[in-house]
C-alpha cells in the first residue's frame, strides 16, 4: 500500500513558476514508476508526465515538453513537478500517482495508487 500526498499548488500570472511534490509512505517508493496528471473542469484527467523507478527514463504529454520537468529523489520518497512558463490552459488539479512497475507508465488505469490532488490556478 503506498499513500501519495501532493504540495506546491497554488495561484500563479501566467510565464511563471511552480513546483509540485508528492511526497510517498513506505519503504519501496524506488520500486514504483510515478506520473503526474491533471484534471481541468469539464475535461477527462490527463497524463502530465511520468518517470520510472530509477529516473532515466521519462514521458511528457506534447503541450508541457520543454516547459515542465519531472523528476524524483528515492531516499526521500519524493517526486516532483517543475512547471515554468505556466499559461492558463494549465489550470487544473494536478494528481500525483503510482504503481509498482519499472516502465514508465503512461495511461491512467495502469496506476494503482493515487494522491488527493493538488489545486493550479494560472491567471492570465
Known amino acids: 500500500q503506498v499513500q501519495l500526498v501532493e504540495s506546491g499548488g497554488g495561484l500563479v500570472q501566467a510565464g511563471g513558476s511552480l513546483r509540485l511534490s508528492c511526497a510517498a509512505s513506505g519503504r519501496t517508493f524506488s520500486r514504483y514508476a510515478m506520473g503526474w496528471f491533471r484534471q481541468a473542469p469539464g475535461k477527462e484527467r490527463e497524463l502530465v508526465a511520468a518517470?520510472?523507478?530509477?529516473?532515466?527514463?521519462?514521458h511528457y504529454t506534447d503541450s508541457v515538453k520543454g516547459r515542465f520537468t519531472i523528476s524524483r529523489d528515492n531516499a526521500k520518497n519524493t517526486v516532483y513537478l517543475q512547471m515554468n512558463s505556466l499559461k492558463p490552459e494549465d489550470t487544473a488539479v494536478y494528481y500525483c500517482?503510482?504503481?509498482?512497475?519499472?516502465?514508465?507508465?503512461?495511461?491512467?488505469?495502469?496506476?494503482?495508487?493515487w494522491g488527493q490532488g493538488t489545486q493550479v490556478t494560472v491567471s492570465s
Open positions: 518517470i520510472e523507478w530509477s529516473g532515466g527514463g521519462t
Open positions: 500517482a503510482a504503481d509498482r512497475s519499472i516502465l514508465v507508465l503512461i495511461t491512467n488505469d495502469e496506476y494503482d495508487y
